[in-house]
């Protein structure tokens, strides 16, 4: 099976190229990417062809296509791809609109192609164990959640809100909201949050906090703010904690790591060895085309996530708990 | 030093054993409603009891009265002691609402008596420390500030303790102590936004647990996580800003770990590793007030905008909207 990539923009690219290109059963085939001498350079890399124009890109014998533009050009690209008949893993957040995620979901199925979002946390074993305890009552009901996803700065077009529609809300809220949904199986009933630009000089928000409620009555906290320091040990983390009536369950999903105090470069770093969530995510993507079954993180997921990043946009502008239908 | 202490329930009897070792105190009463623990007090500690306040303010020649009642009694107490002149130590929160804490506040200016409000967390060194480089720009602005504390669902024998109308509940009893170091770190908070769950779990034991978001004047971040709903005790923070961040978890910070082979062997670990633990040095620091050495670290005014936080968290929960907080005339 042949696959495409279409942009290098989002740096999660590098990762899904790499895992294709590891695997006997597909090939990565043809790069496209709006940036010529990015496309030319991961072409080199990945040893693929780059090809400059996108008709041509998408005219090629590729089954499938990985979309890692930059989040406003999703739309376009999503729809180019699914007209083209092409199965299509798409970079999160879905896109930057309600409106812009529900066209693409409707191409998608017109076209009846594969639209899948990528989430790849859902591809953690650490996540995956946690949600079959959780699911099978090992804390009882759960009643209350306590999250962050915080990670540093990214700068680059993240941070320029016609490309990414946002900054650290964009980037963070709907990871995390994405496992609540999939453990769950919940939807977001009311939202509140406080956003703003606080440690660094930018158009965008660099912090904040969502407070949500679920249709169950479960309350919620997300930290989703770029608050790590520059001499933090990694990028960011991902960190839950649940409170149920039989008892109470934290995760922290990057915890598999060695320290290193690096002398050489005069910092402390983190040195994962979990499991790569990707060749996970990949594979699945993989499967849903080879035997044509429905994706397991739909558009619909990708849309539900990002109505509650728009969401905590207007509560944040009102200073009022929005309410979700 | 003469001193007097009302109430010998757990922060009491804490209270009682510190001022007995302490050298220049000399504790000269407690006040202790039932006779046969009254008997028991005065067994262990050596002191003289009292069954009633003014039987104690009427007895002994006092210089300042240590007041460790459940907070729905303060008000009253307060008014009582405060009309003898004497001084006053008093456990947070200072009161179940911000109303009757601001009545505390005018009854000690009026009778002019200090008012030394035991915020014991302020004597915390993690958390003494931690305000100190704050306040030194040890992370530059602060941008997002997280706090959590929790402990296991108070004991049914203090009943008060999670009845609101006593204790003020989750929010207000266990609540004051972020809100009072926030207000005297970061400043004023502006608006509050919280989530509250109250329900029994599995053994039909109650569990309370409680999300407050919080906006401060100054534009900081806040999110403080409060729990009745755990097995052990639980507090860390993670302070940052725009040149760094501060974070501590108490489950980390244990330097001695204690593993026996056999489970049944009594061995005797102290709770504090610290030679002076908060408790201690909240009292040393009183005492200091008391003999005029120095002013309380510790502002009513900031026990106040505490309770003022917790009340907002608890409309805000019941009512599913932020609350904004009026302003402090100071």
């Known amino acids: 099976m042949k696959i495409g990539i279409i942009s290098f923009a989002h740096m999660h690219a590098l990762s899904y190229a790499t895992q294709l290109t590891n695997r006997s059963d597909v090939e990565l085939a043809y790069i496209w990417d709006e940036d010529e001498t990015r496309g030319l350079d991961m072409a080199k890399e990945y040893n693929c062809q780059y090809l400059a124009d996108l008709n041509d890109f998408l005219a090629t014998d590729i089954e499938a296509v990985i979309i890692c533009s930059e989040n406003s050009k999703h739309k376009s690209h999503v729809i180019q791809a699914a007209k083209a008949q092409k199965h299509i893993l798409c970079e999160k957040p879905i896109a930057t609109e309600v409106e812009d995620a529900k066209a693409m979901i409707q191409a998608c199925e017109e076209a009846g192609v594969i639209l899948q979002i990528a989430y790849p946390v859902r591809f953690s074993p650490v996540l995956e164990k946690v949600r079959a305890m959780i699911q099978q009552g090992a804390i009882g009901e759960v009643l209350a959640i306590n999250a962050t996803n915080h990670g540093l700065m990214p700068g680059g077009w993240f941070v320029e809100k016609e490309l990414s529609g946002g900054g650290s809300a964009t980037d963070h809220i709907v990871h995390i909201m994405d496992l609540i949904r999939w453990i769950f199986a919940d939807e977001v009933k009311n939202v509140y949050a406080e956003l703003d630009t606080r440690f660094y000089d930018l158009d965008v928000e660099d912090c904040g906090m969502v407070s949500l409620e679920l249709d169950s009555g479960m309350i919620v906290s997300i930290d989703p703010s770029w608050s790590r320091p520059k001499t933090y040990p990694t990028w960011g983390n991902v960190v839950m904690h649940f409170v149920g009536t039989k008892g109470n369950l934290s995760i922290d999903a990057f915890k598999q790591h060695s320290l290193y105090y690096n002398d050489k470069d005069l910092k402390i770093e983190e040195l994962p060895w979990s499991e790569d969530m990707d060749a996970g995510l990949v594979a699945d993507f993989i499967d849903c085309i080879r035997t044509n079954r429905k994706p397991s993180i739909t558009g619909t997921d990708g849309l539900r996530t990002l109505e509650v990043v728009k969401a905590a946009y207007q509560s944040n502008a009102l200073k009022e708990v929005v309410q979700l239908n | ?330």
């Open chain 2, 1 to 330: 030093m003469k001193i007097a202490l009302i109430g010998a329930g757990k922060i009491g009897k804490r209270h009682l054993k510190i001022w007995t070792e302490m050298t220049d105190v000399e504790i000269v009463g407690v006040v202790v409603r039932q006779e046969e623990k009254a008997q028991k007090i005065e067994q262990t500690y050596q002191v003289k009891t009292y069954r009633t306040i003014a039987e104690l303010l009427q007895t002994e020649e006092i210089d300042a009265v240590d007041i460790c009642t459940p907070p729905y009694t303060h008000l009253e107490i307060v008014q009582e002691v405060a009309k003898a002149k004497k001084h006053i130590m008093i456990s947070k929160p200072l009161a179940v609402t911000q109303k009757e804490a601001e009545e505390i506040i005018q009854i000690c200016k009026q009778y002019e008596v200090q008012l030394l409000v035991g915020h014991t967390l302020r004597f915390f060194p993690e958390y003494e420390n931690a305000k100190a480089k704050i306040e030194n720009e040890a992370i530059g602005r602060p941008g997002v500030v997280r706090m959590s504390r929790g402990v296991p669902y108070p004991s049914r024998d203090h009943e008060w303790y999670t009845d609101k109308r006593l204790s003020g509940g989750l929010f207000v009893d266990l609540g004051v102590h972020e809100f009072e170091w926030i207000t005297a770190t970061f400043g004023q908070a502006e608006r509050v936004m919280a989530r509250h769950i109250k329900r029994v779990d599995q053994a039909k034991n109650p569990i309370e647990y409680g999300l407050v978001m919080i906006r401060l004047v100054d534009g900081t971040v806040v999110h403080v996580e409060l729990s009745w709903a755990e097995t052990k005790y639980r507090a860390s923070f993670e302070l940052t800003g725009n040149k760094g961040m501060i974070s501590y978890d108490h489950d980390e910070a244990n330097p001695v770990a204690l593993d026996l082979h056999h489970g049944e062997e009594e061995v005797d670990l102290p709770k504090s590793m610290l030679r002076d633990d908060p408790y201690v040095r909240q009292l040393t620091h009183f005492v200091d007030c008391l003999n005029g050495k120095t002013s309380s670290i510790i502002s009513p005014y900031h026990a106040v905008a505490a309770i003022q936080i917790a009340e907002a968290a608890c409309k805000s929960a019941e009512e599913g909207r932020p609350i904004l907080i009026q302003k402090e005339e100071a």
